[in-house]
């Protein structure tokens, strides 16, 4: 499924994309408008999210740097990510997650996504295209 | 000439906000935002930070 997403609408230049999670109980979290970065190895979200979603956290041998310095890390399996919204929804299952304990955004990493998809970002305009890799 | 300070009560706090863009509630705490959305139909309301021009994240 090639998706398009125009994020004009959010006032930032930053890519936007819509997400959410299920914990293994089916309970789902709100929908989070999360950035999507590929500066980020993975998918990276909040320590007390990771938490609530029920994931099993390893802390990290050595820290994971940031743009601000580096920072304490956790890494754990997602039991449901979802990117999209409305119906054009993409399922990842036992996705791996990176945890940080001031993580400042949900952050979209090349793990899964940008492995899965060809992302064209077209900042002009302020949308951008995933398409899937064959 | 006297600066003036701009303070933004949001900044840095998670935000829950309705389609109209109107925030509903912020809290520091993720969590506390996740708990306070899911009292709300699905796509009715969505979580965010205030991302200002010059955020940079890795």
């Not at chain 1, 920072?71 to 990510?81: D, N, R, S, V």
């Not at chain 1, 001031?102 to 998809?117: A, H, K, M, R």
């Not at chain 2, 520091?28 to 994240?57: A, H, M, Q, W």
């Amino acid at each position: 499924m090639k998706f398009v997403f125009n994020y004009d609408k959010y006032n930032c230049r930053i890519p936007i994309i819509p997400v959410r999670f299920i914990r293994s109980d089916n309970e789902s979290t709100p929908i989070f408008h999360a950035v999507l970065d590929s500066g980020a190895d993975t998918l990276t979200i909040p320590k007390d999210l990771a938490e609530w979603l029920g994931v099993k956290l390893q802390p990290k041998a050595t820290p994971t740097v940031t743009a601000s310095g580096s920072a304490k890390a956790y890494t754990g399996i997602a039991p449901l990510f979802i990117l999209g919204q409305g119906g054009r929804e993409v399922k990842y299952q036992d996705v791996e997650i990176c945890a940080m304990e001031n993580c400042p955004y949900i952050l979209v990493g090349v793990s899964p996504v940008f492995e899965d998809y060809l992302i064209t970002i077209n900042a002009r305009e302020r949308k951008f295209t995933l398409e899937p890799i064959k | 000439m006297v600066e003036k300070k701009i303070v933004d009560k949001y900044k840095d706090k998670w935000l829950l906000r309705n389609k109209k863009n109107k925030i509903l509630y912020a809290s520091d705490s993720v969590v506390d935002v996740v708990e306070e959305g899911r009292k709300y139909p699905l796509n009715e309301v969505f979580i965010e930070k205030k991302l200002i021009p010059g955020t940079c994240f890795f």
